[in-house]
């Protein structure tokens, strides 16, 4: 998965945005970076075009190591993890203590991805719902956001949430749905981000989604490095592709880029719990911690 998106060019940076903004779910290492060297110049590319932190997700044990590790070697990343539900097959006791452990860091700013794929058959169905139900579980327990991964699964991860009782911060990462499931979530307090899908010419439902949500409850994201953004789409993605979802983002709600920008950096400081922008880092010297 790395490998073959590592072989992708990468699209030329876009304009740079007015104001900085917040990556609000990558994964880095499926970028292609590997050591902190590769963190810093990622998030120096980002940073040249206004996208100022990123929250780098895990999806199996190996990624969860890796995102905490790299949320500790630059202060312009910080972490998300849980096991991906394609992931779930084969789960242990041990393999929930590590991701529990994990997730305690203090750089770990969210439990997930998570949640329920009915698109890809890597994991049963049942399994994937015990998964998810143990990580609802975690998140109410450690405090912190509870970062859902949804493919196909609309009403059943809905219906978790419902039975389980949600955490008092749930995020649907790369929002997927239409309008009426947009506003069964922003009324039931859940805050949506919205990745590359929302600028391609099939998407106008999730285009319709999108300009319903407040806000204060929508975030922005590249989900790099899939899902580039158009013109670019088939190409690698990086946080610093960002810009282009941002104003596809601003059309579609008739509003600044530079609101779209910052009312989603406003969001994922509250979401996530992270500094205020002027106390944020700004540079790879300034933000890599030391080795």
Known sequence: MTGAYGRRA???PPEPLGVPTVDAHTHLDACGCVD?????????????????RVVTVADDLASAR????AAHWDDRVTAAVALHPTRTATV????YAEIERLAADPRVVAVGETGLDHYWDHSPWDAQERAFRWHIDLAKRLGKPLMIHDRDAHDDVLR????EGAPPAVVFHCFSGDAAMARTCVDAGYVLSFAGPVTFKNAAELRAAAALVPDGQLLVETDAPFLTPHPHRGRANEPYCLPWTVRALAHVRGKAVERVADGARVTAEAVFGLPSAADAPSSGAEGARST
Do not use: K, N
């Not at 890796?66 to 590790?69: A, P, T």
């Open 36 to 52: 902190a060297a590769d963190v810093v110049a990622a998030l120096d590319r980002a940073a040249a075009v206004g996208v100022t």
């Open 92 to 95: 242990t006791d041990a393999d």
């Open 10 to 12: 990468r699209p030329e």
């Open 66 to 69: 890796w995102v905490v590790d």
């Open 160 to 163: 978790v949430l419902d039975e």
